[in-house]
T-cell receptor
Framework: QKEVEQNSGPLSVPEGAIASLNCTYSDRVSQSFFWYRQYSGKSPELIMS????GDKEDGRFTAQLNKASQYVSLLIRDSQPSDSATYLCAVKGGGTSYGKLTFGQGTILTVHP | SAVISQKPSRDICQRGTSLTIQCQVD?????MFWYRQQPGQSLTLIATANQGSEATYESGFVIDKFPISRPNLTFSTLTVSNMSPEDSSIYLC???????????FGPGTRLLVL
């Protein structure tokens, strides 16, 4: 059973729309949650981190965390073609998994003009 | 954020040979990790590189296949030993500053084994 699951893709949205990416995790002791963006042929680039329940906004990006539901999401407002990439949800472990990131399988986002 | 470099950036190797990948960070970091990303897949943690002691490997990865060194707080190497085509992947090192701090990735080493 996967420990981090992302909504299946690929996801296609028109330019200017809101893209919604979702992720659930199984480890209740997890305390840190991250969204990475990965362009083809490149390494993952951090775009958002969130540690507390609620929303965290950074420009066009909003991360939402609900620890009770073990759910984290990423909203991209006013989507641009340059946002087309694979988005990876990552959860940092606690306890014996301290510091280690577990990644979801990724969601491919395409923003079409 | 830390600046991370990896060498080589890519390589093509023959089966049965070994390749050592270097990861250099521009500042001292507590934790360093090595990940593998197979074609079309997400990232999988290989091991935690521990400074001054043996690396801690994840399930499915063993020291004989992926020996790791970490002689100081800014440098680590990963060796992919006795390579087969199944080892063709991107290998990434990452650094982490602590419990809530962010983890950053190096540019990756793209390995093709023929």
């Amino acid at each position: 059973q996967k420990e981090v699951e992302q909504n299946s893709g690929p996801l296609s949205v028109p330019e200017g729309a809101i893209a919604s990416l979702n992720c659930t995790y199984s480890d209740r002791v997890s305390q840190s949650f991250f969204w990475y963006r990965q362009y083809s042929g490149k390494s993952p680039e951090l775009i958002m981190s969130i540690y507390s329940n609620g929303d965290k906004e950074d420009g066009r990006f909003t991360a939402q965390l609900n620890k009770a539901s073990q759910y984290v999401s990423l909203l991209i407002r006013d989507s641009q073609p340059s946002d087309s990439a694979t988005y990876l949800c990552a959860v940092k472990g606690g306890g014996t998994s301290y510091g280690k990131l577990t990644f979801g399988q990724g969601t491919i986002l395409t923003v079409h003009p | 954020s830390a600046v991370i470099s990896q060498k080589p950036s890519r390589d093509i190797c023959q089966r049965g040979t070994s390749l050592t990948i270097q990861c250099q960070v521009d500042s001292q970091v507590t934790m360093m990790f090595w990940y593998r990303q197979q074609p079309g897949q997400s990232l999988t943690l290989i091991a935690t590189a521990n400074q001054g002691s043996e690396a801690t490997y994840e399930s499915g990865f063993v020291i004989d296949k992926f020996p790791i060194s970490r002689p100081n707080l800014t440098f680590s190497t990963l060796t992919v030993s006795n390579m087969s085509p199944e080892d063709s992947s991107i290998y990434l090192c990452s650094v982490d500053g602590g419990r809530l701090e962010t983890q950053y990735f190096g540019p990756g080493t793209r390995l093709l084994v023929l």
